[in-house]
């Protein structure tokens, strides 16, 4: 009888790990899996998901729809480790954890979050964000940099709702809970960002939102709620052609009209997540002003970071070296320049030199 369970025990196992999580649900252009086996495939439509799968795109977007109904869309230049997913379907319960490490990844919870919020953990490469069952936007830069933006739940016939995320760093954390609301955390060692309302258009809202098939609402106060949102957010989702659209799938250009939006020659959504992080950047500037203030240096040697500036007359000179690494730089002193230096474990970020027009110096020495 033992020999029996353990079989029937090692059956059950072995179905479960090898068991897909969720399928590639839209696609555009080149993508990429790779898996712990080392195996590497190509993302198209149906592609089975794995845990521990990494997704990454090229030139295109890549959209996954997990077994619990999360989804995760990703534009060109993206990576996204999925470390872990377990789910119930009897009970609508189980835990995921994702990492965005570059680029633009957009977030839709699914039963996970609704059920199991506490097992939800997404992360970036500065920030770790603890989900309340709503959408959001995550937009990573080189050097792990993250802007959070909180997005509304909407459905197609308009009903809407905001839940609210965490964003938390190793020096503290944000609660966010308005539609469009948005922090930026630039290191792990760093604060994120007081929050701020991002001023968004009609336009902006209709490609950053996830639309999911009505659902049945337990209460009565639930659609009331979910409808409030919609009316602050002056939508009429019956009346915008463009949230009906699949913006990542392919449109048959057989069926396209002399009027018809060529979706295929333009990446709305990474437009519109620049054009806010455009915004934020120069927002948030504001609040890293007593920091830089706080950071700038003159002349001599730093004994906190081990920088060294020297005042050549017409340029500055910047100096550092550990052990291993070297760098020297000669820099006029009619602009104004933000340094991010990574050398080996050392990491200092917007130190400051000089004053005039702005110049970002970001240098990785590793």
Same mark, same amino acid.
């Given at each position: 009888m033992r020999i029996l369970s353990f079989i029937i025990l090692l059956i059950i196992t072995s179905n479960t790990a090898f068991a897909n999580i969720g399928k590639v649900s839209e696609h555009k252009g080149s993508g990429l899996i790779k898996r712990t086996t080392g195996d590497k495939v190509e993302t198209n439509l149906e592609t089975d998901v794995f845990s521990m799968d990494e997704v990454s795109t090229g030139q295109g977007r890549t959209g996954i729809t997990f077994v619990d109904d999360t989804k995760v869309e990703l534009t060109e230049h993206s990576k996204l480790v999925i470390d872990e997913f377990v789910y119930d379907p009897n009970t609508n319960t189980g835990a995921l954890s994702l990492k965005a490490s570059l680029g633009s990844v957009r977030y839709a919870s699914g039963q996970i979050a609704k059920n199991s919020k506490q097992n939800v953990k997404i992360s970036t490469p500065t920030a770790t964000i603890a989900v309340r069952g709503t959408d959001f936007a995550m937009i990573i830069d080189e050097l792990g940099g993250s802007t959070i933006l909180l997005l509304p739940s909407c459905d197609t016939t308009g009903l809407c709702?905001? &839940?609210?995320?965490?964003?938390? #760093?190793?020096?503290?954390?944000?609660?966010?809970?308005?539609? +469009?609301?948005?922090?930026?955390?630039?290191?792990?060692? #760093?604060?994120? +960002?007081?929050?701020? @309302?991002?001023d968004v258009n009609e336009s902006m809202i209709s490609n950053l939102l996830i639309l999911s098939p009505p659902k049945n609402l337990n209460t009565e106060e639930n659609a009331n709620e979910r409808k409030a949102v919609a009316d602050v957010l002056d939508i009429d989702f019956l009346e915008i052609d463009i949230l009906n659209e699949d913006l990542l799938s392919t449109k048959d250009d057989d069926n396209f009209e002399e009027l018809d939006v060529d979706y295929l020659a333009q990446d709305f959504l990474s437009d519109v997540l620049d054009a806010i992080n455009k915004v934020l950047a120069e927002s948030f500037l504001s609040q890293l002003t007593d920091v830089f203030v706080k950071k700038k240096q003159k002349t001599g040697q730093d004994t906190?970071?081990?920088?060294?500036?020297?005042?050549? &007359?017409?340029?500055?000179? +910047? /100096? /550092? %070296?550990?052990?291993?690494?070297?760098? /020297? @730089? /000669?820099? =006029?002193? =009619?602009? %104004?320049y933000i340094i991010n230096l990574t050398q080996g474990d050392f990491v200092t970020r917007d130190y400051i030199i !000089?004053? !005039?027009? @702005?110049n970002n110096i970001d240098i990785y020495q590793k």
């Open positions: 709702y905001v &839940g609210e995320i965490e964003v938390i #760093s190793d020096a503290g954390q944000v609660i966010m809970n308005q539609a +469009f609301q948005a922090t930026r955390v630039e290191a792990p060692e #760093s604060k994120p +960002f007081k929050p701020i @309302l991002v906190e970071t081990g920088i060294i500036i020297i005042d050549n &007359g017409t340029f500055w000179e +910047f /100096r /550092r %070296e550990d052990t291993n690494n070297f760098v /020297r @730089l /000669r820099l =006029s002193k =009619s602009s %104004e !000089g004053d !005039g027009s @702005l």
